[in-house]
Structures are given as C-alpha cells and as structure tokens.
C-alpha cells in the first residue's frame, strides 16, 4: 500500500481554498500550516496556485484575460469564508489582497490528534479599491471591485510523474539486470543503500535491481554498482549526518556514519529523464526522443549533486512527497500533519554548498503539486509525453508504408506490393538506394527532392548560429525521416545544436 495517497494529503490540510459563485463552493486546493508557523505566505499560495491549476480558455472572464493574458493568477484575493467564529488573529485576515499577501496564512490548533481545525478562503479576482480589508467579501462584490472565478483545472506539468512510479515508456524504463547469483529483490525495493556500520566494501551489499537506464545504453549490473557505490562515496564527502535530523554523526574513527543513514536522490533516480536542464528554457523536443539527452539526463541523477544524506525514514517520507527542502531559503516545509516530521518544520536543512538548486527546486515543485492539487489528481494516466511517444512509434516513411522510429537503428523493409500498396517507381526505388548509402533526403517547399551528404557536415567553429533552426515537434514531421535519418537522429541534432547555440551566446560581449 502507497505510504500516503490524494485522500490522506488533503486529510492533512488546515487551510483550504474554494472559488466560484455557488452557494456552497466545492473545496478545489489546500495546505498544511504548521501551527504558529510563519513559513507559508498568501504570496506563496498564489505561485503554487499557479503552479497546479490553470482556468479553461473559454471561462476565463474577458476584462481578466485582457489585463492578465500570461498570469491569470495576478490579480486574485482571498476572503475568509466563515468569520463568526475565528480569532481577531484570524479575522484581521479576512480579505487578503495587495501588501496583505505577504502576511502568513494562519492556522488553527486541531481540535482531535486526527482531526484537522480547518480556515477557509474563497479565491476570488479582485481589482485595487478604497474599501476597508476587514470588509467581507458580499461587500466587494457589489462594489464591483472583485468577481467570482471559474472552477480551475489541473495544469499539465511535463516534469511530473506520480512518486515512486516509473516511467511507460521502454526506451526510458529498462531496468538494469539482475545477477545470476543474487535473488530477485521484493517489489518496490530502493535503488539507494544503506551506509551503515555493517556496511563492507563489497559491491554485493549495493542494490541495484530498481535502477533505471535509457534502454539503448545497455547498463549491466556490474556498472550499475559501481555508480551506485561511487554515488554513495561522494554523498559521504559533502555531508558527515542527515541533513534534516542533524544526527547520524560517526562516535568513533573506523566509522564513517551511524547506521541508518541513507544516500537519497533529490530527483529520483526513477525519474531520471526529468532531471531539470538549463538548456530547458528553450527546447522544443521531448527528451526521450533524444539518447544523448537520455544519457546526459541519467548521469545528472548519480552526480553528487543531486544527492543529500538522510536518515532511512525521512529518506522514505522524501521519497513520497511529504516534505521538501526550499530552494532558496534550504528551510524544511512539511506538507502533512505526520509527527515524525512536524518538529523539522521551518528549521534549515544542512544543504552543501555544491547542490543542485535546479533538482531542490524540482523536488519542490513536485510536493507543492502533489499536496495542493491533492484534490483533484491526475486519474488520466494519459499525458502528452506518453501520446507523444505512441506518435512517434506511427510516423509514416516517405515511399515505405509505417515503420517504427527511433526504436532500432534499422528500419523495415517496404514489403511486396499488393492492391492497397503500389508497386514502387523506378524514382522512388532510386531514392531508397540513396538512403541505404546515408544520404539523408528531405523535400524543399516546393515538393523538390533534395540531399545532404556527409562531407557538407560542418562543425562547431565552422557552422553560425543564424543557420542553426531547430526543429519543434510540428517541425519534425515525417518529410525529414528516412532510412537513413531517424527520429532519434533528429533529436539528438537538436539537443547538440541547443548546447552548441547556448556556448555561442556565453561567447558573446556583455
């Protein structure tokens, strides 16, 4: 059974958001505050508002949308639903919108070890007005400075995948094999291993088993443990205790750390093909279109960089989402009411100075995802990384029928010709010998066949960036696939000529 699902975070929650015009509008998002904590700010609750959920293009009201095309979130307030029987703490609070969301959200003790106090606040759209902030919202409305919002909708986010799930796609998800010798691990096994005293240097005592690898990289079990062992080696050099407990130091020489303390992935190694990158910004093509990008993705994840120390249990509540580590500010945000976790809250994590920011930011943004839209989970199954991949696996080959992509470096042979398939012109079997000898074809605009051979292949001192386009999914249709020339290949161009386009621009003058 998972350690926590969408019912048991939004059972955590004690403060929630509701938004629309009916009489009783349906709780759509919510968050634990600890109690007294000043960690959370209303300011906060707007970015990972808008973080989790966007408004359907067609509800979206015009003025809104006018005033607000790229941040719809901007100009939101919150006004506390139930003022009868709150605190004048709490009721000082009560419309929050301008400098006021700087303010902490406020939280209640609870009333029952397993019963949450909960502080509800409508999310409504609000414009500047002279009116006083103790003014309840009935008031606004007709004042006409703010207006009820649509029901929001679940944003896709290309970066999420559901802890502890792997990826569908096989070209991501191969795992590394297994040893004759050693027994199949139990289902849902680490990849990370314990760093105890018991611990010898024998490859044997790393697991393994759950590692993840692109599957054209061919990872067999003994590489795998020897970047496992170096991953856990290099953890060991930033860090001598859990960051977040603080304890776990070593009592004596011969011991490099107490029992019980784990290296830990800030991005999982499960994940691996969501590292974040900081050539991102401006790539258009799908990562696992890109086997370079996959190996680059996947080495990213055993760097020191993306590992921490943390005691085996925090290391599992990591794992599931249940708290996360600020990029910035490297404070410790527990998202659930779990009291092994609760004392940490607020407190500042031992982060070494060489940690990715990139995959803390990550980590992040995929609690705030996880618990906020908690109410309201992804139950599709279905993304646009996963439709994507079914399309590439269908992209026709000009002249020979279907064929898979980037799966093989060899291509299907077009089959005998039948009634639904014609026989081929002596052009096109002409074009196909060409293929087979690496020349790459593609027609022009006009409908023109045209070749590119590979002594016109140029380097990077030699090619100018204002005649390196990429090439965007639209881009990439089947006019550029041959035999010759994948899908794969065209990505991997692609990711090669965005790095080679970022060190031009790092060349330029200030």
Known sequence: MSIATAATRVAGWNVKFIIGPEKNPRVFAGIYQAIGSTLVTFRDVCNELRLCFEFPTDDTPREESRNNSENPWAGIAFALADRLNFSSEVRSLSFVQGKLLDQPVPSLAPTHPKQQNVIKYHVVSHKICDLPSNEPLDTHIRNGCARHLPSPIRRYDPRYLPPNTQPSDPMIAARVPPRQRLSASPKGSRSDSSLSSEEDNDDEDVEVNGILAPKNMGINNDTARKVAKSFQAACLTKATCCVVSRRGESWCPGLFISPGIQACHIVPQMHYHLYPSSENDS???????????????????????????????????????????????????????????????????????????????????????????????????????????????????????????????????????????????????ALVEEADAGVALWEDEKGGKRRRLKKYQMTDSQASPQFLPYLDDNDMSERYITQGNSHEFLADVNWELLKFKKRQRAKEPV
């Open 283 to 429: 790539d258009v093509t799908a990562i696992e279109a890109s086997s370079r990008r996959l190996k680059e993705a996947w080495d990213n994840t055993w760097s020191p960089e993306n590992g921490i120390l943390l005691r085996k249990d925090l290391h599992e509540l990591f794992d599931a989402r249940l708290f996360s580590i600020h990029p910035e500010t490297f404070c410790i945000r527990v998202f659930v009411p779990c009291d092994m976790i609760t004392e940490f809250n607020g407190k500042t994590a031992l982060i070494h100075e060489d940690t990715d920011r990139k995959a803390v930011q990550h980590h992040y943004d995929m609690c705030c995802i996880e618990n906020m839209a908690a109410a309201r989970p992804n139950l599709s199954g279905i993304t646009t990384r996963t439709l994507r991949s079914a399309e590439l696996s269908l992209l026709p080959m000009p002249g020979l029928g279907v064929s898979r992509i980037g799966g093989s470096s060899k291509t299907q042979r077009p089959g005998p010709p039948s009634q639904s398939q014609p026989r081929d012109t002596p052009e096109q079997g």
